[in-house]
């Protein structure tokens, strides 16, 4: 209980970050006309890809003859990235299909 | 020393407009004529927060040339496919594409979570709160990989509907296996690595058997809702590297795919509940059962 309480102390700011970006999430899509929900729900999945930051720092972080964390490290890398560039250009053709359409 | 701080302070500084980015193209997506600049601004910020990462995190030191071929080679790797995907699927193939790359971010995030733990016993430092920040990360990130994988199938027509008979109570008690497992991994300072792949597992499984029943017709609200649980594991790591741009994008995508989740809900007129318990819909087993 006790570190838990030391981990809620030494982490406040990012617990009030990760509160307001809460509310801010919800307040920024809350006008959503409904043809735009898989478009925003695609858009959405690219940006969850920022995890591959998180890859990236592993393989930093990873000592040269660790084997174990260079190569899952390596597969992070491969799918984080697959889900970046993959949501970016998915949503992109998804809202140049939508431009048309208007015309 | 100068110029690590000068390092340190562009990498934070790109984290921020990232951040920003990241809050902007969210807005500008749910407005029709806004929609397409909003994409490409948060792609842009993503790029950014990449290389700003790779350059600037760790100071280079030659040691470490294979870390960063690996590095590079995973990015290249990833774009070549992840862009040979994107342009080939037809249009009508789309939501399943999400899908799958939703369940990239997942897998990505409990690798992740698989790294640090092994990390963590090799003489890291051990506080259970980090722990349970990594032992979440395993759970959400592979429950959204498997479960993504399924509803991928299912749109592609590869998996029929298949309720196990007496799935809830296995669900439920999966659930219970998975928290209890992680409680003791937590909470007992015994860091077992085949306790952690039993975890990995389990959790593959439950998300395997929690999309399994749910009809085809209520896929794109199981993919948004699993989408969210991905901004969520996203946003442990965050927790875990003290990271704002892996925090703020995981937390607006899991708030976010929340509300979306819900609204796509009631705009088919079901609840959320019905799509999850209910599980009738679309080709799946009736069920008397109404909100």
Same mark, same amino acid.
């Given at each position: ?103 | ?94 939501? @399943? ?40 990360? %395993? ?28 799935? @809830?109570?296995?669900?439920?008690? %999966? %659930? ?16 077992? #690595? ?17 999309? #399994? ?5 209520? #896929? ?11 901004? #969520? ?26 509300? %979306? ?31």
């Amino acid at each position: 209980m006790e570190e838990i309480l030391s981990l809620f102390y030494e982490n406040r700011e990012f617990i009030f970050l990760i509160i307001v970006s809460i509310f801010l999430g919800i307040e920024v899509i809350s006008n959503v006309p409904a043809v735009l929900h898989t478009p925003l729900m695609s858009g959405a999945n690219a940006i969850h890809g920022v995890v591959i930051i998180g890859s990236i720092i592993i393989m930093l972080q990873a000592d040269p003859s660790n084997y174990y964390a260079l190569i899952l490290g390596f597969l992070a890398v491969i799918l984080g990235t697959l889900n970046v560039v993959g949501g970016f250009v998915v949503t992109n053709r998804m809202l140049e299909m939508f431009k048309k359409k208007a015309k | 020393m100068n110029t690590t701080i000068l390092g340190l302070s562009i990498l934070e500084l790109s984290y921020i407009v990232a951040s920003v980015t990241f809050i902007l193209g969210l807005k500008m997506l749910s407005s029709p004529d806004k929609a397409r600049k909003g994409n490409l601004i948060a792609g842009y910020g993503m790029g950014l927060a990449i290389a700003a990462t790779i350059l600037f995190k760790e100071e280079f030191s030659a040691d470490k040339w294979l870390n960063y071929s690996l590095i590079l080679a995973g990015l290249v790797v990833g774009t070549v496919i992840g862009m040979r995907m994107a342009i080939k699927v037809k249009m009508t193939a789309m939501p @399943q594409m999400v899908s799958f790359f939703n369940g990239m971010g997942g897998a990505c995030a409990g690798v992740i979570s698989l790294v640090e733990f092994d990390h963590l016993r090799h003489g890291g430092e051990i506080s259970a709160g980090m722990l349970i920040v990594i032992l979440l990360g %395993l759970i959400i990130g592979s429950v959204s990989f498997s479960g993504s994988m399924i509803a991928y199938g299912k749109l592609e027509e590869k998996i029929a509907d298949k309720a196990l008979p007496a799935g @809830q109570i296995i669900n439920i008690g %999966l %659930l219970v296996a998975i928290f209890g497992l992680a409680g003791y991994l937590a909470f007992s300072g015994h860091l077992s #690595m085949p306790l952690m792949y039993t975890l990995l597992i389990l959790s593959l499984l439950y998300g395997v058997l929690f999309v #399994m029943p749910i009809g085809g017709a209520d #896929m794109p609200v199981v993919i948004s809702l699993l989408n969210s649980f991905t901004g #969520m594991a996203a946003a442990f790591g965050g927790f875990l590297y003290g990271n704002q741009a892996m925090l703020t994008g995981g937390i607006l995508v899991g708030s976010a795919g929340t509300i %979306l989740t819900v609204l796509m809900c009631t705009a088919m007129n079901r609840s959320l509940t019905n799509v999850i318990i209910g599980s009738f819909g679309g080709g799946g087993a009736a069920s008397t059962k109404s909100g």
